[in-house]
């Protein structure tokens, strides 16, 4: 029994060590969140935790109740999430902003302070990321289009091949019929003369 007991102590302590270590600013207000930006949120920073990765994460795993959160790299590494856009830091850092201004409507120093406070991230890893796939794509086109060129300056070599080898055969053609032609003009020629000699 007390074995059972401290077995399930155990995987609790594990569970709830598992999330990254990540305070909430002074002043944020989680309760002030709807559920639907909460989920949002924890969308962006299960996609984003393996861009800083690299591209694997070992665990990546968001409550969208509590903003509890775990991104562990496949090398085990836990990467600060701090800099980076769309990652609960991000998010909470641009609403603790819009929650303080909220809460200071007419004290402009306040609001200096508040401005001052919100050093969210900066870096957009889906960017950066969408900017590789697209040097990719370009790239593709630009080896099919030279592949097309390729193909159609053969064409064009194979089609004038073709229309001077075409040419030349006219040409000889011609010829034959002119040499029949003279033949056919020197016998005609032979056999009047034969014909006049006898009458002759």
């Known amino acids: 029994m007390r074995s059972s007991a401290v077995l399930i102590l155990a995987a609790f302590v594990a569970e709830a060590t598992a999330y990254y270590n990540y305070t909430f600013p002074a002043g944020f207000n989680l309760g002030e969140v709807s ?11 299960r996609n984003t935790c393996p861009l800083v990765c690299g591209g694997a994460a070992s665990a990546n795993d968001c409550d969208a109740t509590t903003l509890n959160f775990d991104c562990t790299c496949s090398n085990g590494t836990t990467p600060d999430l701090t800099p980076y856009k769309n990652t609960i830091p991000f998010y909470v850092c641009q609403e603790n902003y819009g929650q303080c201004i909220a809460n200071n409507p007419n004290d402009l120093d306040a609001q200096q302070a508040c401005k001052a406070n ?10 950066v990321s969408s900017t590789s796939t697209s ?46 032609a003279d ?12 014909f006049f000699g006898m009458m002759l």
């Open 183 to 194: 033949r056919a003009t020197g016998l005609f020629a032979a056999a009047m003369l034969a």
């Open 118 to 127: 919100a050093t969210c991230g900066t870096i957009d890893l889906s960017a």
């Open 35 to 45: 559920s639907t930006k909460l989920g949002q949120w924890c969308q962006g920073e």
């Open 135 to 180: 040097a990719s794509s370009t790239t593709a086109a630009s080896t099919t289009g030279a592949s097309t060129l390729a193909t159609t300056a053969a064409a064009a070599t194979t089609g004038t091949a073709s229309g001077t080898a075409a040419s030349a055969t006219a040409t000889h053609g011609a010829a034959a019929l002119q040499i029949s």
